[in-house]
Nanobody, 126 residues
Framework: QVQLVETGGGSVRPGGSLRLSCSAS????????MGWFRQSPGKEREFVAA????????RYADSVRGRFTISEDNAKNTVDLQMNFLNPRDTAVYYC???????????????????WGQGTQVTVSS
């Protein structure tokens, strides 16, 4: 079992920044890939970013590449998502997810992740 807790959500004006953090506990030694997803009202959950635990390889959705940065701190068992140049389309509930085992080209599929956090709201509005 792995427990995930997200923190750092909130409200920000367009062009602003937020930093989300996901703290993992439990069987963290078995984590292969960590991901961030988001879901807006009336929409399906969508992939945002992924990082391969202890290897540091990263992938991003086209919609956030160049604005968001995913990073990990293995000593603290945390994965952060730095979000810059936010716009209203980034408004969503953001979820942290963990896969037991390293994902290959399926990292963007929510169905490949085994554990999820409760989510944290990000609202971008003027």
């Amino acid at each position: 079992q792995v427990q995930l807790v997200e923190t750092g959500g909130g409200s920000v004006r367009p062009g602003g920044s937020l930093r989300l953090s996901c703290s993992a506990s439990g069987r963290t030694g078995s984590i292969g890939t960590m991901g961030w997803f988001r879901q807006s009202p009336g929409k399906e959950r969508e992939f945002v970013a992924a990082i391969w635990w202890t290897r540091g390889n990263v992938r991003y959705a086209d919609s956030v590449r160049g604005r968001f940065t995913i990073s990990e701190d293995n000593a603290k068992n945390t994965v952060d998502l730095q979000m810059n140049f936010l716009n209203p389309r980034d408004t969503a509930v953001y979820y942290c997810a963990a896969s037991m085992g390293s994902l290959s080209n399926t990292y963007a599929s929510e169905y490949r992740y085994d554990y999820w956090g409760q989510g944290t709201q990000v609202t971008v509005s003027s």
